[in-house]
């Protein structure tokens, strides 16, 4: 039995309550978070398992990210300053086409790696087309919590080469969905159509009949991320994106939908009503050109929102603490400076990220019962508020924090970041091995 406590400055609970706990501890058995302590009656020198002292960190839930692209990570800096469907066409398709079973291993460790050092413990990640399994090996080998899924495409208009027959595309999604849906405590499987417009209806409407022999899997796609594809989207089903998904009856309380940037009224009422979850993810719709989504809108009018950092190569980071920031940043000089305050947006980045995956039994809060996923933020610096109230602490870690605030990391109760660095991996030889297989990648495109 793995049974210890940790002491930090504070406890940032992400409970429905907002609690924040002082001179409290948090204890941990196994995979377990068992009890927060008040430290006031407790004598921590008798307690009878391991005691980690942190007075200068705070404690928050383990952050969530419902949109990652692993395979991309090693494409960073390579489609910068595209449009979608361009970046798309000319760099991230031919590139994602030419990953061998290295390449992907490799990229997907870079951005774990990542991932994890900046304080993210579970993510929703899209997959690829090819070697999916070498994605799954790596989730589980990380020791991350994951929903995952190759992606599926059977058409593609932009860059041909890359897509499989409608068949192909299912038969493997489901075999995949066999080996790997639950095959670990942290693993789930997530159906990933890619887009309508690199999907047929009968690849959507059949990946969405499957998701009922694995209970708990997710459907996660893109949604109106860009006009040009909107437009593209309008003109081949008639619709728009979001009234087409519902027409093939997708939209549901197990669907993410990454950007839903360009929606109509009626639109945002069949996710409402649906309870679709939005996957916001503010620092890629930037990057490409996409727009803002009504993210303030949204929140209002009760349907779930959580944040994503998409690919690398369409941000050019993973951290979490990018998203925060812009997330809160972004909407307000449309709807006014007192939208996306900061509570509301670290919530969007835990315990509402934990709700998207319908994981919220299990992770997005600390409280007794639910899983060890923990990070803890050195907020105490130079460069952060000076008070201490409970309001200053959202502050710091949404509009001042990035990813150098994190320094210990656990996934259900492993410690896998210690004094910011990982546990599990080693930079240099992450880089290294990346040189080599984008070396190689790159000249497996020009052939
Ligand atoms: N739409 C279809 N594929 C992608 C992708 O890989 N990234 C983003 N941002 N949008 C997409
Ligand atoms: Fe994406």
């Given amino acids: 039995m793995n049974k210890f406590l940790i002491i930090p400055k504070e406890i940032v609970t992400s409970d429905s309550a907002d609690n924040v706990y002082r001179k409290s501890a948090v204890e941990i058995v196994d995979q377990t978070i068992?009890?927060?302590?008040?430290?006031?009656?407790?004598?921590?020198?008798?307690?009878d398992g391991t005691v980690l002292e942190f007075p200068d960190f705070t404690l928050v839930p383990g952050f969530i990210q419902t949109h990652i692209h692993l395979c991309q990570t090693m494409f960073r800096g390579l489609a910068d300053d595209l449009q979608l469907l361009d970046w798309l066409k000319k760099r991230i398709f031919p590139y994602e086409n030419?990953?061998?079973?290295?390449?992907?291993?490799?990229?997907?460790?870079?951005?774990?790696?990542?991932?994890?050092?900046?304080?993210?413990?579970?993510?929703?990640?899209?997959?690829?087309?090819?070697?999916?399994e070498i994605i799954f090996d790596e989730l589980i080998n990380s020791g991350i919590r994951a929903i995952a899924g190759k992606c599926m495409m059977d058409i593609n208009d932009l860059y041909s080469a890359f897509k499989e027959s409608t068949e192909v595309s299912l038969a493997t999604a489901y075999e995949?969905?066999?080996?790997?849906?639950?095959?670990?405590?942290?693993?789930?499987?997530?159906?990933?159509?890619?887009?309508?417009?690199?999907?047929?209806?009968?690849?959507?409407?059949?990946?969405?009949?499957?998701?009922?022999?694995?209970?708990?899997?997710m459907y996660h796609t893109h949604s109106s991320e860009n006009q040009d594809e909107v437009a593209e989207v309008r003109r081949r089903t008639g619709k728009e994106n979001i009234e087409y998904f519902e027409s093939i009856n997708i939209l549901s309380d197990k669907t993410v939908l990454a950007h839903c940037v360009h929606l109509n009224n009626r639109e945002i009422s069949s996710l409402k009503s649906s309870n679709t979850r939005v996957a916001h993810c503010p620092s890629s719709n930037l990057k490409l050109g996409s727009g803002i989504a009504n993210i303030p809108r949204y929140l209002r009018e009760g349907i779930s929102v959580s944040l994503g950092a998409d690919g690398a190569p369409c941000?050019?980071?993973?951290?979490?603490?990018?998203?925060?920031?812009?997330?809160?940043?972004?909407?307000?000089?449309?709807?006014?400076?007192?939208?996306?305050?900061?509570?509301?947006?670290?919530?969007?980045?835990?315990?509402?990220?934990?709700?998207?995956?319908?994981?919220?039994?299990?992770?997005?809060?600390?409280e007794p019962g639910k899983k060890a996923d923990i990070v803890l933020l050195n907020l105490n610096k130079a460069d952060k508020c000076i008070l201490d109230t409970d309001?200053?602490?959202?502050?710091?870690?949404?509009?001042?924090?990035?990813?150098n605030s994190v320094r210990e990391v656990w996934i259900n109760g492993k410690h896998l970041v210690e004094n910011g660095v990982s546990k599990k991996y080693d930079e240099n030889s992450l880089i290294a091995e990346a040189k080599y297989e984008l070396n190689q990648l790159l000249k497996r495109t020009e052939n």
Avoid: W
């Avoid at 068992?34 to 307690?47: G, Q, W």
């Avoid at 900046?118 to 090819?130: A, R």
């Fill in 34 to 47: 068992t009890s927060i302590i008040a430290l006031k009656d407790f004598d921590v020198r008798k307690y």
């Fill in 98 to 132: 030419a990953h061998n079973k290295n390449s992907l291993k490799s990229s997907a460790r870079l951005g774990l790696h990542e991932l994890q050092i900046s304080g993210t413990t579970t993510i929703l990640d899209m997959g690829t087309v090819n070697h999916q």
């Fill in 176 to 217: 995949l969905a066999k080996e790997f849906h639950l095959k670990d405590d942290k693993i789930k499987y997530g159906f990933a159509p890619r887009f309508v417009l690199s999907c047929s209806e009968k690849l959507l409407r059949e990946t969405s009949e499957m998701m009922r022999d694995f209970p708990g899997s």
């Fill in 315 to 366: 941000n050019n980071n993973l951290s979490v603490f990018n998203e925060m920031r812009l997330a809160a940043l972004i909407h307000k000089p449309i709807h006014g400076a007192s939208v996306m305050d900061a509570k509301t947006v670290f919530r969007l980045a835990t315990i509402e990220g934990a709700k998207a995956l319908n994981l919220d039994k299990e992770i997005g809060s600390i």
């Fill in 391 to 403: 309001e200053n602490i959202y502050s710091d870690i949404v509009y001042s924090s990035d990813k």
